[in-house]
Every structure is written in C-alpha cells, then in structure tokens.
C-alpha cells in the first residue's frame, strides 16, 4: 500500500484544503498517466442543504445567485417546472455546480419513496 499525502488540517480552512486537494490530485494525475479518469466529465457538486421552508429556500436561492454571479454565468431555474435552481460552470470536462432543491421538490421526492421500504422485489431463487 503506497502512501497518501495528507494536507495538514490545522489552521488551515476547509477551503484552502479543497484547493490543496485538487492541485495534488491534478499533479498526481499527471505523474501517472496509466491511472484512469473518468471519460466524460467530473463535477465539483456544492448542495445548499436541505430546504424546510419558502423562507429557506429564499436564502438559498440567493446563494445559487451570490455563486451565479461569482462564476459569471445565468441561473438554470427549473423550478416552475418541478426541478431545481443551479449555477453551473464548466472548465473543460469538470463541472463546478451549486444547487437548491426547493422544499416543494423534496416534499415531492419524500412523497414519491415513502413507500420504499415496502416494496419488494418478486425474484425467484434460481434468477440470476
């Protein structure tokens, strides 16, 4: 088993380790070119949490928004049609992407797999 490289924790952000992370990730990956990535895109996903409430999902809207603006590209607003709010920005095949999920869309989602736990699938013994 080889040995990792571990960004010392202490008095450093969370930030500022993610950034360390990905330069070590991208260095390491250049030094092995026989280590695979993925073929088609990475994305960096920032979630804005879990919305409760309209005034939640006020606050993380203006979040998306804040992001929006700090990546300098529109708001994909889904909302109206059922779907969420996201800032995206694409560098090359990685993704960097926040997302709101409204509190109508996670009641939805509840809703929808309440039942999950119930239902079992019929397979018989000899399937494969």
């Given at each position: 088993?080889?040995?990792?490289?571990?960004?010392?924790?202490?008095?450093?952000?969370h930030r500022d380790r993610t950034i360390q992370g990905l330069r070590d990730l991208a260095a390491f990956l250049e030094a092995n070119p026989s280590v695979p990535v993925p073929r088609f895109s990475w994305t960096l996903g920032v979630p804005s949490?879990?919305?409760?409430?309209?005034?939640?999902?006020?606050?993380?809207?203006?979040?998306?928004?804040?992001?929006?603006?700090?990546?300098?590209?529109?708001?994909?607003?889904?909302?109206?049609?059922?779907?969420?709010?996201?800032?995206?920005?694409?560098?090359?095949?990685?993704?960097?992407?926040?997302?709101?999920?409204?509190?109508?869309?996670?009641?939805?989602?509840?809703?929808?797999?309440?039942?999950?736990?119930?239902?079992?699938?019929?397979?018989?013994?000899?399937?494969?």
């Open positions: 088993m080889s040995a990792q490289n571990h960004t010392p924790t202490t008095g450093t952000s949490g879990v919305s409760q409430d309209a005034a939640t999902d006020l606050r993380q809207r203006a979040d998306v928004d804040r992001i929006a603006d700090a990546l300098d590209v529109p708001v994909c607003d889904e909302i109206s049609d059922g779907g969420h709010y996201i800032a995206r920005r694409h560098f090359g095949p990685v993704t960097y992407e926040a997302t709101h999920i409204p509190a109508r869309r996670m009641e939805l989602h509840y809703a929808a797999h309440s039942y999950a736990t119930n239902l079992i699938a019929g397979f018989d013994d000899e399937a494969a």
